[in-house]
């Protein structure tokens, strides 16, 4: 085991440079010996930040592969914008990198077979940073799962149900430069783009590629009028956004079918006003059921109707994690699971142990993306969605028994989520 | 126009007793000259509450065609289960008599046309009592929507989230004699059989059939093991129903895709343990929303997050109609809805006008479950849903300028609601 590993960061976008200083900048076993981003200024917010902080400033470069050249370099964080990620993955992989990429979508399929592949070949594990594994709400609800409180499960529904016109799509666009990757997809593509905040706590609820797997998906899509409406109110009818069409349905509804029967639904939902942020999470089993909407968790026996009860059915059914990351200093954005998460990848570098989200987990969900899209050219025809394990996951256990290990509950006091 | 109407009533299950008794037999307008079941406790039953209110007993028969054989009578309400209504309200129509019918799915296409033809054969109409579109929250939104506050309208969810085991399904079997007829579809088939509580409210504010129409649509299903854990537990691991496979899944998903671009999911479930019963209703636009399971009703530019603000929201936009019967009796079962939709029928009777919800209505409302299965057999792949109105939906305006108009907002203080 490593006592202190050193990593380097590609990416400094907003959200790079937000997990960057706000979790593992302070981790007191890692040491940030890279930074990188093509863009002079980002590069100069991120190591102003360390050298306000008193933190010794990492070197910084304009090529990933000063980092992946370096022997003393252990792990990479891949932050940068959506596309091309899995490629940067493979050759850290090759180079005998650990690799935490960020959430999002492949643009094809193939990159998603050749991460795996990659792995196969060098057994350097790469992991999905999908912070919403450790929410409270998808942490507990698994717990409840696991415990085979709800029953048999049968249904899942998770959406991305979020607002983000003004939030981050339009957000730099006064100097008419598209600076926001996603609002390029937005403009030439139609898909499922941004599933895996749902996606990551059901497969993991629902023991995909351990025992489970998915094994097709239908996408359908509403109409895209929601961009151009919020363009042409808050631009003007002139900007050059209002005058384009946006190829991003407004609703995406997507249906997963399991080998073990249960079926997932996924909805994105970001370009029309909202009453309020959602992920929809709701979980169906025949003795048991959660909805986010309506804040419920019920168990069968349970006095009807029930509602607005999540709180106090959390402090009964909290995961162990969370228990104790709510005694600690409560580090990191959003609530703790950006913290979680990268603590979840640091800990399996440290340890050189798999990481608790893994290559399969990866390519599975890097692959809804392209899937979704063949799916919406054939009006919502079912897409096979490939076997990334290759008939291993029959069998296979969860490998990692350790804190943050997402496969069965693991209460192990004896790594601190605070180094 | 007829101050007082004659019907004939058949089908006296629990439903039709309820509704006849509680409703159309308190109408002073409505004469109910004939009561009709294969039954002779159902036929009992009935009489007596006619008794015990003093209300001149009906004529009892089992042959419905003695009704359709009275040239007195003016209009019949079809509520027996639910295979065999439309070839009822046929015979119905070819006889003169306007045709109500309960709620539900035809077993087969052919049907729905058989009914549209013998519509235009005969110019009688008939009319899919959809409660639910009477009810407060249901015609609360379509006033937002006909108002324009919601903008324009993308997508929307409706529901049958009704945990039946224990409250029905379930109910008359201690004789080991199926007697829901719903059990008996559960048993046979696979299929989205309950639709219209959310498809019709939906349907009328998506103005389907007059200016938009539902094109295709995809359907997907979960397994089917909530029935079996049920009975299992509930009457034993020897009873027949824990022995006997069903075909219904517990979770059924289906998504619409209409003509004007926007999208409708329907969910079907019902043999799951729930929190709350939920119809699931919800309503995207580009410029509000309205969630059933957060109780949210949003217009932009109201400050977010917005949760259980609906009965404010009702005060301030309850449709005209609802008002009314607010300040009324309060007569009818289910919060005034079944009140309101039988009158609606009455009153179109009384001055032989179209029906509100017209056979065009009617007939793709009852395609939905024969089209769901042809779906459901290839995996969720799309399947057209037919032009019942044979192109005329193009250019259909509302033809019912009354109160019970659910195409546009009319507010006719002329027709009381309590005759």
Not at 383 to 410: A, M
Request: with cysteine.
């Amino acid at each position: 085991m490593k006592e202190k590993i050193k990593i380097g960061w590609i990416g400094l976008g907003r959200r790079g440079h937000f997990v960057l200083s706000s979790c593992v900048a302070l981790m007191k076993d890692v040491e940030v010996k890279y930074i990188c981003d093509l863009l002079d200024d980002k590069l100069k917010r991120t190591s102003d930040s360390f050298i306000e902080r008193k933190i010794p400033c990492p070197i910084m470069t304009k090529d990933y592969r000063d980092i992946l050249n370096d022997p003393e370099v252990d792990a990479i964080f891949v932050m940068t914008g959506w596309s091309g990620r899995p490629a940067i993955a493979i050759e850290a992989m090759h180079a005998g990198k650990y690799c935490a990429i960020e959430v999002g979508c492949s643009d094809t399929l193939e990159e998603c077979f050749d991460l795996v592949k990659a792995y196969e070949e060098t057994g350097v594990p790469v992991m999905m940073l999908e912070n919403c594994c450790y929410c409270r709400r998808e942490l507990a609800i698994l717990n409840l799962v696991k415990q085979g409180l709800f029953g048999e499960i049968v249904h899942a529904t998770g959406g991305y149900m979020h607002y983000l016109n003004k939030e981050e799509l339009f957000r730099e666009v006064e100097n008419d430069d598209v600076k926001h990757y996603r609002l390029g997809y937005y403009i030439n593509r139609n898909r499922e783009s941004y599933p895996t905040h749902e996606l990551g706590p059901i497969s993991k609820t629902l023991s995909i590629n351990r025992g489970n797997r998915m094994v097709r998906l239908n996408c359908i899509t509403s109409k895209s009028v929601g961009l151009k409406d919020y363009t042409k109110e808050k631009l003007g009818a002139d900007s050059k956004y209002s005058k384009m069409d946006y190829k991003q349905a407004d609703v995406v509804t997507t249906l997963v079918t399991c080998a073990n029967g249960q079926t997932i639904q996924l909805t994105l939902d970001t370009t029309l006003p909202r009453a309020h942020y959602s992920r929809n999470y709701s979980i169906r089993g025949t003795r048991g059921m959660s909805n986010e909407d309506s804040k419920a968790i019920f168990i069968e026996g349970m006095d009807e109707p029930v509602r607005d009860n999540e709180l106090e059915m959390f402090e009964k059914y909290d995961h162990p994690l969370y228990v104790e990351y709510e005694k600690s200093k409560k580090l990191g954005g959003h609530g703790g699971i950006d913290w979680l998460v990268c603590r979840a990848f640091v800990e399996s570098v440290k340890n050189q142990t798999q990481t608790p989200i893994d290559v399969y987990d990866t390519a599975t969900w890097l692959s809804i993306g392209a899937l979704t899209e063949m799916s919406i050219a054939q009006n919502g025809a079912p897409v096979d969605i490939p076997d990334f394990t290759n008939g291993k996951w029959q069998n296979r256990e969860p490998v990692v028994r350790q804190k943050y290990c997402l496969d069965e509950i693991v209460d192990d006091p004896n790594t601190p989520i605070i180094p």
